[in-house]
């Protein structure tokens, strides 16, 4: 061989070799669980919940006892979440506002990965499905259909509840699930970020009798809220709470330990498809390569509080079930008593996966917490619901302050039902001014409201769409 074919072959040898020596970038399960509090094994948040394969995830890797959703409703919360951006810089606080006209397609998580190389799937809910874009990803599962809907009684005015008559299979769930399992089954040419977003426990809590029959009613042990509760609450906690609305409706139909029973079976049925899940990547020869993540979107009151749903800024609608499996990263069984936001999600996938983070995400890499759970950690959480309602969530402590400027406070180690609000109490001033001083200062002014159906000319007149080049 002359000379220069040989020092070809060498150099391509070498080359090669480099190559094979390059790790793999992770694989990412990213799960998401809609309407799903603290009623979990692993939070401990109702004994009588059932959640095996949600606590067998929790046992592999780090679970956050105080884990606080950007937004407690679907739409906002989970638009911050993806991209990076809060409500209090999108303006979109509500159901009703679109977010892609406002923040655009270079911003979200999901093009983030794809520009570092990944095939990006999706199936389920992982945006609010009134308004996806579904550009962003390589691959969607298009819509699962439809539950069965149940004969006869369908629940309390809107809280909707029936155990149904059918198998697994024939709820959509089982289907979005079966497309998650098929990816990790898959051989890839690049590294997969897989997000499966499953439906309930959100409403209606129509799911098969089985899961009914796991919680007896005559078990039930209702939630405790005493009804005194909104005695020390201000006008503008009391006009979210609307103790006259659902929470009126369920006490007089003499039903609230079969909603109880419905929202706890249909928690069972979700942990069951979580177990399917779990199961394929078990088997799967990226099982020791892929980075996992669950997030609940916010939590749900059941009657805490005489409210029922999310839509408000108290314990039981901002905090929701986190959980993080990254290998080499997190010990199995542990737990983090420090305080993050969902806010910290893009940014600590980011950092696990050694891709730069966008400058204009407004959130921290937890890595350090993954790796330490008890490691010192001074940030907070914020969770907005609307225009200029904020609660701030420390370790200890839970500041809520409202658009006409009513105040709640409430000491979280002496009061964790937050039962006793401090606000007006002069021996609390210090404390209530060093939280207030967390509260964001800019505000945006919310995005016009619209359906899904309406076009979206008239929210890109006038608005600045952030990321835009």
């Known amino acids: 061989m002359n000379r220069p074919l040989r020092f070809l072959g060498l150099f391509l040898l070498m080359s090669s070799a480099l190559n094979a020596a390059e790790p ?22 109702n004994r ?18 105080r884990a606080y959703c950007a937004a407690p409703l679907c739409n906002p919360s989970r638009a911050a979440l993806m991209t990076g951006v809060r409500p209090f810089t ?4 509500t159901n009703g506002n ?42 969607y599962l298009p819509s699962p259909g439809k539950d069965p809907e149940p004969t006869g009684d369908t629940g309390v005015g809107g809280i909707k ?46 799911v098969p009798r089985k899961y009914y029959d796991l919680h007896p009613l005559d078990k039930i042990v209702l939630p405790e809220a005493p009804p005194e509760d909104l005695s020390d609450v201000p006008p503008a906690g009391i006009k979210m709470a609307n103790p006259n609305g659902d929470h009126k409706a369920i006490l007089e139909s ?18 069951g498809q979580i177990g399917r899940l779990l199961d394929a990547l078990d088997e799967s020869p990226e099982r020791d390569n892929t980075i996992i993540v669950l997030w609940g979107d916010h939590g749900w009151h059941l009657g805490e509080k005489q409210h029922w749903r999310k839509f408000t800024l108290w314990e039981e609608a901002t ?52 790796a330490n759970p008890q490691a010192e950690w001074s940030q907070h959480a914020v969770t907005t619901f609307g225009l200029n309602n904020h609660a701030v969530r420390t370790e200890g402590w839970r500041y809520i302050r409202y658009a006409n400027g009513d105040e709640e406070l409430y000491d979280e180690t002496a009061d964790p039902k937050e039962w006793t609000n401090l606000a007006s109490r002069t021996e609390y001033a210090e404390k209530k001014a060093k939280l207030a001083a967390l509260l964001p200062t800019n505000n945006a002014p919310e995005v016009a409201k619209q359906t899904a159906a309406r076009g979206n000319r008239k929210q890109r007149e006038g608005k600045t769409v952030l990321g835009a080049k």
């Not at 009588?48 to 006892?65: E, M, S």
């Not at 999108?90 to 606080?93: A, D, H, I, L, R």
């Open 24 to 45: 793999k970038k992770p694989n990412v399960l990213f799960i998401a669980v809609d309407d799903l509090n603290d009623w979990v094994g692993f939070l401990d948040g």
């Open 48 to 65: 009588q919940t059932i959640t095996p394969n949600l606590d067998r995830l929790a046992a592999r890797g780090v679970k956050f006892n």
């Open 90 to 93: 999108s303006g979109v606080y």
């Open 98 to 139: 679109d977010w892609r006209p406002v923040i655009s397609e270079d911003l979200p998580l999901t093009t983030t990965f794809r520009k570092a190389g990944y095939h990006v799937a999706g199936a389920g809910k992982i945006y609010h499905e009134a308004f996806a874009r579904r550009s962003e990803w390589d691959e």
């Open 161 to 206: 509840f029936a155990p149904l008559d059918c198998k697994d299979e024939d709820l959509r769930e089982w289907k979005v699930v079966n497309f998650g399992i098929e990816q990790l089954q898959k051989k890839h040419d690049k590294s997969l970020f897989l997000a499966v977003g499953l439906f309930k426990p959100h409403m209606p809590w129509n």
């Open 254 to 271: 003499g039903r609230w330990k079969e909603a109880v029973q419905a929202y706890l079976a249909a928690i069972s049925f979700t942990d």
């Open 319 to 370: 905090r929701a079930p986190l959980i993080w499996v990254a290998p080499g990263v997190t010990k199995v069984g542990t737990a983090s008593d420090r305080t993050v936001d969902f806010m910290s999600i893009y940014p600590t996938l980011t950092d696990l996966a050694g891709i730069p983070t966008p400058e204009h995400v407004e959130g921290q890499s937890i890595r350090a917490l993954l």
